[in-house]
């Protein structure tokens, strides 16, 4: 893409917030939105996770992945990619099918949600373990920093939870996370649970976004007492 391309500019229609505007406007100026298109990828999110990949090597055929917050797709289309051979994914939101992977419509904030998707990979004869737990979810937020945070850290936490329950030993954690990380209990934790830690902001996220990835590799299993 020409980096003299004339920015596209959006009029603010009757009705639509300012806030809108500026986002619709983010979207026709921003080259990695028309890349997505190209490469025939759902969302901006499957470059963020590729570069994720590229830089840990997380994805590898064979693998076992649960994927929260999956919609529009994006995630899962890359652990198709890499070979991964049960997906199992969760949203709110609708998804159309990616072939390879299966969805269940459902917040995964609910409490019946994570023996839901238990179920579903004892099912598919996994013994409930498996080898990455990814999380793109990003709760509703109200513009109050304070209020923000704690919401997403809610989030984080049940899904780091979660990924305590069915990884197997050696397994991966990714969440995204926001305003500086984890909190420091959280942190603390994850030390104690994981080999290493990371934070991982891509190229793909927006400079202006605060959101990075936490990275959790080499979980050291539910009965080490380390």
Avoid at 1 to 23: C, I, L
Avoid at 70 to 99: F, H, R
Avoid at 137 to 151: M, S, W, Y
């Amino acid at each position: 893409m020409s980096r003299n391309k004339a920015k596209a500019k959006v009029r603010t229609a009757k009705g639509r917030k300012t806030s809108s505007t500026r986002w619709l406007q983010r979207q026709l100026n921003d080259p990695c939105v028309e890349e997505v298109k190209k490469q025939g990828y759902r969302s901006r999110a499957a470059f963020k996770m590729q570069e994720i990949d590229e830089r840990l090597e997380l994805l590898k055929p064979g693998m076992t992945v649960v994927d929260l917050g999956s919609a529009p797709g994006g995630w899962c289309q890359i652990a198709v990619e890499k070979g991964c051979t049960k997906i199992i994914t969760i949203d709110l939101l609708e998804m159309d099918e990616v072939p390879g992977a299966d969805f269940v419509q459902m917040d995964f904030m609910d409490d019946d949600a994570p023996d839901h998707l238990k179920g579903m990979l004892s099912d598919n004869g996994q013994d409930g373990l498996v080898d990455v737990v990814m999380s793109d979810i990003a709760p509703n937020t109200i513009g109050h920093k304070q209020t923000d945070h704690l919401r997403i850290m809610a989030v984080v936490e049940a899904a780091y939870h979660f990924s305590c329950e069915v990884l197997k030993p050696e397994g991966v954690f990714i969440a995204k996370v926001f305003q500086g990380g984890a909190q420091n209990t959280l942190m603390a934790q994850m030390k104690k649970d994981f080999k290493v830690i990371k934070h991982i902001k891509p190229k793909a996220s927006r400079k202006e976004s605060s959101e990075q990835y936490l990275v959790a590799t080499g979980f050291r299993g539910q009965d080490d007492d380390e």
